[in-house]
């Protein structure tokens, strides 16, 4: 077992091996040295000046980039925040005026109906007094005329009773008759 | 931006040091079995090869 | 003669992903040159520590310039204007950006830290991704002194970039818990302590080896296309030459199966554009997820 595993690598480094000394792949095995330093100097020199003239400005650019985005992404979202709040205010004033308008139709309705109702109440009233003067009109007709009436009355009885019975009886006498007849006559109809 | 896909990226980390570990301690103990004339010094450097590389594997998917 | 052969096959390999020195006609050989005298003035360093110009090395500045020209470029705009407009290239760089920002940084990371982090994970990404190309494109090939160079293909380049990883890691704990904060981290919770005893050692163990993951995947990948094709090609060879060639004479290939070979190589090629993209992402991902790891401890 322990042989074997000898032959079996010297056999892999036989396969390898190349004229002049040595396997090829040893020589590429086995860092060198000089190349290990000349890689070191080279990258660092190449990340120094990259990072310096490169890297650092598409950073800062790309940085600045990026925020502009970010600032206009969020300048865009205001906008539509406030567009969504000046429509939220739309509807609410919308909202108010028509519930105003309802409210002026509604007091025009009743401004109306009150209107008819007093207008019908002011012609009743009217028509009372009209009624009421007018009887009393009447009335006061009807007393004047009765007066006339009795007067005229009272003189046509004086006249005929005068020219009836004038040689024998005393005026006063006749007259106090003719008033009490007239009297009685008035307690009558009254 | 998608998001970039840190499984696969564990994943081929792990793999490469798994084989990297393995890979470089048993070539060290190749070379000294080569200088010292024993092959113990390379199945020793290959068992602790495998034994660093599960151990990083571990330590990188924990 | 078979081992013959043989050599000629791991030469060629070798040749194809394996660093080399600049060769005396390229392109590079002047700084090449300077940049070695340079470095045998300073001799009294080890010789580890000298860090000479090669191929690969040559391939990774051209990376590197490629990358910060077109970087440079594309991000011209912003510079000026903060308020500018993508156009052309901008575009991708954007897009590239959001990407790493939006889809690895902020879910492994977090949007707290993601400012700090996402530079590094972008650099990451478009410069491997870069290196990754380079090493596709034939041309480069005269460039770099012969020889195919994919910087990212070598285990010098992505332990150097997978430092940078670990030490990231390191800093990120450190920044977010406080230098003492992200040691203790290190220590699971709510375990016993003879389990504690063993868990310690494998958290060390796998601190140094998350990176080491990271810089074996990323070689081992972009090397294995180029081997992968490589042997696309040798395959009309393989079956052409009958039998084995004789001595200084070139092998001859199947020119039925060279047609079938470019046509796979073709395949290959669109494979390996997808394979750099992936690697990119993976290394850039990992990353993330490892310095998310040590932000995101548990407490």
């Known amino acids: 077992m322990y042989k074997h595993l000898i032959v079996l690598s010297t056999s892999i480094g036989l396969l390898f091996s190349g004229g002049s000394g040595g396997s090829w792949i040893e020589d590429w095995l086995y860092p060198d040295t000089g190349l290990f330093f000349w890689a070191v100097i080279t990258f660092i020199i190449v990340f120094v000046v990259l990072r310096w003239k490169a890297w650092g400005p598409l950073m800062d650019t790309l940085e600045a980039r ?25 509807e609410v004033i919308l909202n108010e005026a028509r519930q105003e308008a309802k ?88 | 931006m998608p998001k970039p896909d ?34 113990a010094w390379l199945i020793i450097f ?17 | ?41 300073v001799s009294f360093l080890p010789d580890w520590m000298s860090i000479p110009f090669s191929k690969h090395v040559a391939m990774l500045w051209v990376a590197a310039i490629f990358t910060m020209g077109i970087s440079l470029w594309a991000t011209r705009r912003y510079r000026t204007n903060k308020a500018a407009q993508p156009k052309g290239i901008s575009h991708i760089y954007e897009l590239l950006l959001e990407f790493i920002k939006n889809d690895i940084i902020i879910p492994n990371i977090g949007l707290k830290d993601a400012k700090r982090w996402t530079p590094l994970a972008a650099s990451f990404f478009i410069f491997i991704l870069m290196c990754n190309f380079i090493g596709l494109i034939p041309f480069f090939e005269k460039l770099g ?53 063993i868990l310690i050692p494998i958290e060390i163990i796998g601190m140094f080896v998350k990176p080491m993951a990271l810089t074996l995947r990323l070689g081992a ?23 084995v060639p004789s001595e200084g004479l070139l ?44 932000i995101h401890a548990e407490h």
């Open chain 1, 66 to 90: 990026e925020k502009q985005i970010q600032e206009s992404l969020n300048k865009a979202e205001k906008i539509i925040k406030d567009q969504e709040k000046s429509a939220q205010d739309n």
């Open chain 1, 103 to 190: 409210s002026i139709i509604a007091q025009a309705k009743d401004a109306g109906e009150k209107l008819k109702l007093s207008l019908e109440e002011n012609g009743r009233t009217k028509y009372d007094e009209l009624l009421s003067n007018a009887t009393e009109e009447i009335n006061a007709q009807k007393q004047k005329a009765l007066g006339e009436i009795k007067n005229m009355v009272s003189e046509i009885a004086l006249n005929a009773s005068e020219k009836i019975i004038k040689r024998n009886l005393n005026n006063d006498d006749n007259k106090k008759i003719i008033d009490e007849t007239v009297e009685k006559f008035q307690e009558k109809n009254q």
């Open chain 2, 6 to 39: 840190t499984n696969f990226q564990k994943a081929m980390s792990a793999a490469y040091t798994l084989l990297g570990s393995i890979l470089v301690l048993s070539g060290l103990g190749y070379y000294l079995s080569h200088k010292y004339n024993n092959i």
């Open chain 2, 46 to 62: 290959s068992i602790l090869g495998i034994i660093v590389g599960m151990y990083e594997l571990y330590k990188q998917i924990k």
């Open chain 3, 1 to 41: 003669m078979a081992g013959n052969n043989r050599e000629m096959n791991g030469d060629l390999i070798r040749h194809h992903v394996t660093d080399a020195q600049i060769s005396e006609n390229s392109f590079w050989y002047p700084i090449s040159d300077f940049l070695n005298n340079i470095g045998q003035k």
């Open chain 3, 145 to 197: 002194g012969g020889g195919g160079a994919t910087p990212t293909g070598n285990f010098g380049v992505t332990l150097g970039l997978a430092t940078i990883t670990f030490f990231a890691i390191i800093i990120a704990g450190t920044l977010k818990h406080g230098f003492i904060g992200h040691w203790k981290n290190m220590i699971p919770h709510g375990v016993p302590a003879p389990v504690l005893i």
């Open chain 3, 221 to 243: 990948n972009m090397t294995a296309g180029h081997i992968g094709m490589l042997a696309i090609f040798g395959l009309p060879y393989l079956i052409g030459s009958q039998g």
């Open chain 3, 251 to 294: 092998p001859q290939p199947s020119w039925g199966f060279a047609i079938i070979a470019v046509m796979l190589n073709v395949g290959v090629f669109f494979l390996e554009i997808i394979v750099s993209l992936v690697q990119a992402y993976v290394f850039t991902l990992l990353s993330s997820v490892f310095i998310g790891m040590a």
